[in-house]
């Protein structure tokens, strides 16, 4: 059973970056296209990137484009997610996830929006918070 584990989340100023990494406490991520999703506060759950086993495929959200990449080590094993010009809206719980669909990621083309449906063995998140 994969089990995944992010870290890097912290207090940041706005304007700030931070590099957040998903690993796998149990088993491989290597034969997994790995997903990215935050929740703020009050809210629901969105994604924000994938990116296949390969790492030659990355899908981004309407809201990530931009200022999100994705990138994965597979000698490593892990998939980080960094994060720039941070701002107070970036505020909220990231988690990393396994594609249902094994090395590829699902995304709606149209919408550019995941679906947690597509997505399992979520990890505890880390927790973003971007202040000043």
């Known amino acids: 059973q994969l089990q995944l584990v992010e870290s890097g989340g912290g207090l940041v100023q706005p304007g700030g970056s931070l590099r957040l990494t998903c690993a796998a406490s149990r088993s491989t991520l290597d034969y997994f296209a790995i997903g990215w999703f935050r929740q703020a506060p009050g809210a629901e759950r969105e994604g924000l990137s994938c990116i296949s086993t390969s790492g030659s495929i990355t899908k981004y959200s309407e809201s990530a484009r931009g200022r999100f990449t994705i990138s994965r080590d597979n000698t490593k094993k892990i998939v980080t997610l960094e994060i720039t010009n941070l701002k107070p809206e970036d505020t909220a719980d990231y988690f990393c996830?396994?594609?249902?669909?094994?090395?590829?990621?699902?995304?709606?083309?149209?919408?550019?929006?995941?679906?947690?449906?597509?997505?399992?063995?979520w990890g505890q998140g880390t927790r973003v918070s971007v202040s000043s």
């Open positions: 996830a396994a594609s249902v669909w094994g090395a590829i990621c699902e995304m709606d083309e149209v919408t550019r929006t995941f679906k947690l449906a597509d997505f399992n063995s």
